[in-house]
């Protein structure tokens, strides 16, 4: 009996932002919910992504049963290739997220040998002793779910990232009702996301920024050039429909906009209106006042299409004087910088930028703010509550709305992080021990290409005072040092300045090496160790730099 | 005669954020406005502040008469000691930001060598050819100042940084009678603070986040801990107050604080009730419904006050559970994670924290939003205008609205860039050329502590792939290579994976060695880049890695 015991394991994405991925265990039976990914913090120099460690799944490879994906955001589905080369799960997902990850499997060349499955929302799938229900959220993806998870000691909601839309542009309601009727017979725990709690009230509905758009087609009188997240299927759709009133055709710029549109229209999620779509070659030569152009590349990345066009260099796409550009999506904390430095390129090119929060606005959040969190929290009515998806403060938040409620029922709320489980059995619910999790940075998007704490902390010693390496070349015969060390240095002085200092850097290891003793001078760990301190107290000295120093010893 | 025109020679914050400074030149006699610097992007590694490049004022040193200071933020001030090192000027600025300056000037020991004059708000002063007219506006910090600069072609007016505060909390109103008796009279150029143009509406007063405050005092039932920006006086002036009527006692924590309220006080801009300072020593031991904490580092500065603090890193103070922590500041674009980071930190040590923005606020802006610019450009109704502080696409809003005001008497308006001139003459005004301007990287604040351009690309490069040095032994009586090269690396790859590779790349170097002919193998230039190429080609290859490669050739 001890074993029958079911286990809330968060891998990712719970006290940090991003990498999202949970796993459900009871007795012998792993599934995993999400495997997504994170960008890095600029100080996790050189990656280009961090993934969760799935350590905890490896050591259990053989009872972890299925990945399910609740829908296609990158932090929600972007380490699944990395998973799933470590362990072949088959994958559940509606079409639209399987085909988003289908993508990227083929990127990995892995997609012949991995296990996909479609599933719908409302379809309930058997996986050992876990029943899951795929109910409908509205989110700012098309095909987002959460899930039912009913195992033998009660039901898990897991409520993937949502928001509560009134009136989604593609009609699909939040499916309320199902959720309505697992609270109405009882939850026994509710995982919900917490990344808008800060906010108070209410989300706009994605039809808020309807009116805003309609007021730039009006006004636009030559190109309207209009980026927004790729994924974003219902923005999409409202800028298409608008572009088909107006009279304007419209071009596809950027390959996420180009990959994202081909899965969404051969799906039956979009729909593109026949003869409006306009080649990329053809967007100069066609009347300025009737172009629309939809553009990835909101948070400014350097090689996007729009960075591309705001310094004039896309082969197809030249910004003229009164274009009118749209950042149609939410600036991401820490892209501040680029965003603006490409806005501002755009402005001296002469376009009329719009950005930023202006009311009505040209962009909506897809997560709820604190009244849907609470709405959530009084249509599931759990027993235990675990906040999800945010960092402390976002959970600590949502804890702390849970208990103000008050509601009947809730007998305990648990702030959980990355890493700490949640034991509920027969008894009620504890934290249980904790199991092995960490972030894996991933160099170049290919799998192998791990990168160590080690050399991180290099890169940044190095990315702030360069390096100094002082050589010196030893007599293999005789033990003694040949001539005068060597000093290589670069990333601490430049070279004109650096001359004379260098100069007296060779000097000050001569002389360490000079007053050494004859037994010291034979271990030339110890020496390392001495000409390492002596030339970073000079250094130090004379240019209040840290450059990090490492003495070679050559033998000759 | 055609010396005798006025020229604008922006040296720094046109057209990017920060590092604010001016010159304006009528024939030979030259006042600088401002010398500020900027904090760097991310991507400067290893660079504390930047400030900028004054060549223009050392290329005519011998006409450089005074620099003026409209306000004591950094971006306004912060050059100050590097260009009055290469320059001495006098300075002129009002008290409070003399005061500032000269904690800086003692920093750098340059304090009894410079020549420091206070003016007060309505004083007029005369240099050469400028009359300067100091006039009183509201901003986030005291004494602040726009300048109405008088020559022979007429009126320049240089706001400074701005608000109109109707309700300043000192009482001390906008001095908008002076700016429209020269507005009526007739000014020639308005140069005018861009920083919130983006923002519709008002800005809110100072007083604004009183009620905010009061609830927040009224609520807490432990310590309380604000912190803002120390220069902040009006800010802490009521922090102080509200202290005083809900009968706690306020400790001052952080240097910048302690500096600041010190400096304010003995100015008698801030008035601090007798008995109400407690010793940073006195906070633990006092009840803590008696105390309120005032504190730097908003930012999340890594060595601040209040980071410390969130990680129980400080000597005095440690934050217990049911503590209130309010972060009365704006995030600066940018500190989003380092700010994050540190709230985490505080809610996890069972704090409440308050920040953000949320309606009242607990902090305001001190730059006027649209229309606070809309009423300074009627009022000064200037016949050429050109806006200042701030970003291309800032510059580009500022002047677009101000030809949306088409107010009578408007000629032209100019969006200028740091270094593009503009000259004013008895036909009017046009761009003028261009002058040398840039930016000068410093490293550890100091004054000899330039980075070059090249030391920082160097910086860039080690910190995405670290470096790998082939070093190989040349006997310097045969010339030939002496046993197998060595290689040193660090940020590349971690030791455990990189021994075998590195032990190839040996491989690489030598086959290289054994396939040059005899004269490529006397050019130690040639061998060098040919052993840089092929290694390269090798580890791009093994690892799709880039790192730094620096062959480097000692001869033994």
Redesign the interface.
Known sequence: MSERKLQVIPLGGL?EFGMNSTALRYGDDIIVIDAGMMFP??EL??VDIVIPDFTYLEENREHVRALILTHGHEDHVGATPFLLAQLNLPVYATAFTRALVERRLEEHEMLSQTRLNTVKPGERIEIGPFQIEFIHVTHSIVSAVALAVTTPLGVIIHTGDFKIDPTPTDNELFDLHTLAAYGKRGVLLLLSDSTNV?R?GYTQSERAVRPRLEEIFTRAGRRLVIACFSSSVHRLQQIIELSAQHGRKVALLGRSMMNVTEIAHSLGLLHIPDGILLRPQDIMPTLANKVTVLISGTQGEPMSALSRVAVDNHKNFSIQAGDTVVLSSRII??N??PI?RM??H???RGAD?VY?S??PPVHVSGHGSAEELKLMLNLVRPRFFAPIHG???QL?KHAALAQHLRFQGLEDTFILETGETLVLDAKGAHKGGRVTVGRVCI??G?ID?V??D???R??????????V?P?I?INKHTGRC??LP?I?S??????D?GADLLQSAKQVVARTLEQSTAEERTDWGVMQEKIRADLKRFLAKE???RP?I?P?I???
């Not at 670069?490 to 070279?495: K, N």
């Open positions: 006290g913090d600029a120099l050189g800060d108070p904390p820490g501040e910088k603006f806005v501002n755009l402005a001296r930028v930023g202006m009311n960092e402390y403060r600590a160099d170049s290919t290409e990168v160590e080690m050399v991180i290099d890169r940044r010693h190095l990315s702030e005072d360069g390096f390496l050589i070349a040949e001539g060597e290589v670069r990333g601490f002085i430049s070279s300045d240019t209040q730099r990090l490492m070679v050559l033998e000759v």
